[in-house]
């Protein structure tokens, strides 16, 4: 069972337009959220972390969003470039529990020019 | 060097082969972590090692076995693995702090990667 989801495999959006990341919780314990961004041939970097005791944590052009009571969460990008276009992951984690930072499936984005 | 390096970044080996892939992170960490990426599934968690002891080894086939000498270092030793093992093998470090008795990770740094084919 899926514990992280992004159900939406990719994404296409115009160079300067918002890119809207979603991605789904079931596990209410979860405390920490975070997105990774992976290009081809490369491992998967940090972007942006938010804390489940915020709703909202924004760094530069990338916002996340947290609803709790819907456990979503959503990375928004404003203005999208090209170089945004690469695989996102959303990921969970359950500070100080034996459950390291779960997974979703990654969702493609590609921002054409 | 900087960061998580991982070599080799490829590796094609027979079902009878015995290899290794290896992991080396630059950043002070006391975590490190394998991953495993098929395709179209999600990052799958295989080995977690904190201060160089395994803390999680989740139901990962005996065909793969880890080795973490050191903080810095981490390894992955495969013998007679399937076809179906062939992925992305990712390695991953970060710093864990104990708080209340457990640990708290903080953001995870992967390596590149990597590519594994088995025929």
């Known amino acids: 069972d899926q514990q992280v989801k992004q159900n939406s495999p990719s994404l296409s959006v115009q160079e300067g337009r918002i890119s809207i990341l979603n991605c789904d919780y079931t596990?209410?314990?979860?405390?920490?959220f975070l997105w990774y961004k992976k290009y081809p041939a490369e491992g998967p970097t940090f972007l942006i972390s938010i804390s489940s005791i915020k709703d909202k944590n924004e760094d530069g052009r990338f916002t996340v969003f947290l609803n709790k009571s819907a456990k979503h969460l959503s990375l928004h990008i404003v203005p999208s470039q090209p170089g945004d276009s690469a695989v996102y992951f959303c990921?969970?984690?359950?500070?100080?529990?034996?459950?390291?930072?779960?997974f979703g499936k990654g969702m493609k984005l590609t921002v054409n020019p | 060097e900087t960061g998580v390096t991982q070599t080799p970044r490829h590796l094609v080996m027979g079902m009878t082969n015995k290899k290794s892939l290896k992991c080396e992170q630059h950043?002070?960490?006391?975590?490190m972590y394998w991953y495993k990426q098929s395709a179209k599934k999600p990052l799958e968690l295989m080995f977690v090692?904190?201060?160089?002891?395994?803390?999680e080894n989740n139901s990962v086939p005996s065909r793969f076995s880890p080795e973490c000498p050191n903080s810095s270092h981490l390894f992955l030793h495969l013998h007679t693995l399937q076809p179906e093992d062939s992925a992305l093998y990712l390695c991953?470090?970060?710093?864990?702090?104990?708080?209340?008795?457990?640990?708290?990770?903080?953001?995870?740094?992967f390596g590149p990667g990597t590519r594994l084919t088995v025929l």
């Open positions: 991953a470090s970060s710093q864990d702090r104990p708080s209340g008795g457990a640990r708290i990770s903080d953001t995870q740094y």
């Open positions: 990921a969970a984690l359950l500070q100080g529990g034996s459950e390291k930072l779960v």
């Open positions: 090692y904190s201060l160089e002891e395994r803390v």
């Open positions: 596990n209410s314990m979860f405390d920490y």
């Open positions: 950043l002070g960490h006391n975590a």
